[in-house]
């Protein structure tokens, strides 16, 4: 069951995660008609300015629902093949029998058994963009580094695979959607970022939502403060990055808004059709970034709550976090961000230690879905 919107509720949770440690929390919550949007803590330390609301911020892999609906409107219009071998688009990138077996669905929903391009060494580069070997100094030397796609995913497609195609659980991977953003480009003559911008973005209406084409991005924005898991101590500062690295699967920037407002576009149809969508909720068994394993669609997941199954897609960088969800209906939505990441110390198996933020949100997260706690 879902209660009507509480403000004074919102507004307490919204208080609590910034409590609790958060330098900045901003969110907007729907439920029909009802519109509430809340800002707590500030957008920079060192000068003590608030956030708000209207706050621009990188999304991360909330970027991989915009994908994955450009694909499908491809299907659609018969481009792509749904279940359509890769290998017949990109014979190149994924070769031989490999390329002959992932099929274009394997790559949205993470059952191709592609490594993770973020676990191997980029050349020259080490050890970014490696996630256990970065450091503090390796993302201070490569803020403003630019990725060619076509190596990382070659990282990937080299390195040993996760699992046989189509195998699960599958394995979140972003070597899937730097190549769905080839794909893109293959079987539309221009850019992944343009064909993605006119035909998802503006046709949601967004305002404030793009690709960033270099480390920096204007609008009213907050810092992105990096703790790498205490290993950076005080939290720094990343809010200027260069996202080549992450492309079509975590580097769209957008606000609450626009992120409330492209999901419900979604879920009424606007974006893909209905049938579409229907794939779109097709779930697998899927080992998440978090090593846990999560039901996983064509670019959304869900999130089961007293309230009911809600639909959506969460995204970190470094610095910045977001979380976007929105009932089946359409009804109520969330979308939420946050400026800090990886804000959890590391206990001696190298787990994650339990943080007051992770209480704080997840109270967050019920009052806004369901207008509990």
Not at 185 to 208: C, F, M, P, S, W
Not at 300 to 324: D, I, K, N, Q, R
Request: aromatic share 8%.
């Amino acid at each position: 069951m879902r209660n009507p919107l509480d403000p004074a509720k919102l507004n307490t949770a919204l208080e609590n995660v910034h409590r609790a440690g958060m330098p900045g929390v901003f969110a907007e919550v729907r439920d029909g008609d009802q519109v509430w949007r809340g800002a707590a803590g500030v957008a920079d330390l060192a000068t003590g300015r608030p956030v708000t609301a209207d706050m621009r911020h990188r999304v991360g892999s909330i970027t991989k629902t915009f994908t994955a609906a450009a694909v499908l409107q491809q299907v659609e219009s018969g481009q792509i093949g749904l279940d359509a071998p890769i290998g017949r688009y990109l014979p190149k990138l994924v070769p031989g029998a490999r390329g002959d077996a992932i099929t274009v669905r394997m790559l949205i929903n993470h059952t191709s058994g592609l490594a993770e391009f973020l676990s191997y060494a980029y050349p020259s580069l080490k050890p970014f963009p490696v996630l256990a070997d970065t450091t503090p100094q390796s993302l201070d030397d490569h803020r403003h580094t630019r990725f060619d796609p076509i190596e990382l995913i070659e990282l990937g497609v080299t390195a040993p695979a996760f699992s046989a195609p189509g195998g699960t659980p599958g394995l979140y991977s972003n070597t899937n959607y730097l190549l769905l953003g080839q794909l893109l480009e293959h079987v539309t003559g221009t850019t992944a970022e343009k064909y993605v911008t006119q035909n998802v973005i503006e046709r949601a209406g967004l305002q404030d939502t793009e690709f960033p084409d270099g480390p920096a991005f204007n609008g009213p924005r907050s810092q992105a403060y990096e703790s790498w898991f205490g290993m950076i101590e005080p939290p720094r500062d990343f809010s200027v990055f260069d996202m080549s690295y992450a492309w079509l699967a975590a580097s769209l920037v957008s606000t609450v808004a626009d992120l409330n407002r492209f999901y419900g576009s979604l879920f009424a149809g606007e974006i893909v059709s209905p049938s579409s969508l229907a794939e779109m909720r097709r779930t697998v068994r899927v080992l998440s970034q978090e090593m846990k394993i999560i039901d996983y669609g064509l670019g959304l997941y869900p999130m089961e709550t007293p309230g009911g199954t809600f639909w959506g897609h969460g995204g970190t960088v470094w610095g910045s976090g977001a979380l976007a969800m929105t009932s089946a209906d359409g009804q109520r939505q969330m979308s939420v961000a946050v400026n800090m990441q990886r804000w959890n110390r590391l206990d001696s198996t190298g787990a994650p230690r339990p943080h007051p933020i992770d209480d704080a949100l997840a109270a967050l997260y019920s009052v806004a879905m369901c207008g509990e706690r």
